[in-house]
């Protein structure tokens, strides 16, 4: 059984994304009965979590946190490297999601652990508005979080010395010259975010492409 997606206007539809069967006509683009109802409710979500040191048990492997993934019912599972980056697509609402991977965390660790949650667009968006365009990728980190950022992060920042600090829309870009690992600096936005460097955001990023 074959549906149609409607008339070709733009440049592809998301059959062809995906690498499904379409149809070659010109007026109309069309794919299985089945991948259309895929294609209309899987999301792709990125979980990062603050801390994989959690509950006091050490750090959690990320061959465990994928199984998690899997015992909620999330499909294409993957992670990168062991500083808790999960990715995984789902129909579940978003919600639900949300509210399944946290219990299952919760669970695990015996207290409440913290996510930060983005889909592919808006992490290629906060690759593409970094505000260091010159900078070393390694000496540049983003904290990432849930809701903006206050606006004293920088007149509140502690430790500061030569780095470099901007506020996005839900992140905060920072800028170390001397190194990550030199750095004294503390922000408020740490307290209750979580950092990745601008390599480990381009790895994710890229692993969550075909999405987008």
Request: with cysteine; aromatic share 4%.
């Given at each position: 059984m074959w549906v149609s997606l409607g008339e070709a206007r733009g440049p592809f539809w998301t059959c062809e994304l995906f690498g499904l069967k379409v149809d070659s006509t010109p007026e109309k683009t069309v794919c299985t009965a089945s991948q259309h109802a895929y294609l209309?409710?899987?999301?792709?979500?990125?979980?990062?979590?603050?801390a994989v040191n959690v509950g006091g048990t050490g750090k959690l492997p990320m061959a465990e946190l994928r199984a998690m993934a899997e015992e909620c019912g999330f499909s294409n599972v993957r992670t990168y490297i062991q500083t808790g980056n999960l990715m995984f697509d789902s129909d579940a609402p978003v919600e639900d999601v949300r509210t399944a991977l946290g219990t299952r965390?919760?669970?695990y660790a015996g207290k409440p652990v913290g996510i930060i949650w983005r889909t592919p667009i808006e992490m290629a968006e906060v690759?593409?508005?970094?505000?260091?365009?010159?900078?070393?990728?390694?000496?540049?980190?983003?904290?990432?979080l849930n809701d903006a950022p206050s606006d004293d992060t920088q007149a509140t920042a502690k430790g500061h010395?030569?780095?470099?600090?901007?506020?996005?829309t839900r992140e905060v870009y920072v800028h170390f010259p001397s190194g990550m690992g030199r750095s004294k600096l503390r922000l408020s936005a740490m307290d209750h975010?979580?950092?990745?460097?601008?390599?480990?955001?381009?790895?994710?990023?890229?692993?969550?492409?075909?999405?987008?």
């Open positions: 209309a409710v899987m999301s792709t979500y990125i979980a990062l979590l603050r965390l919760e669970t690759l593409e508005n970094v505000p260091f365009p010159d900078a070393a990728p390694n000496q540049v980190a983003v904290i990432f010395k030569d780095e470099e600090i901007v506020l996005g975010g979580t950092m990745r460097n601008l390599n480990s955001v381009r790895k994710l990023c890229e692993m969550t492409e075909t999405s987008l």
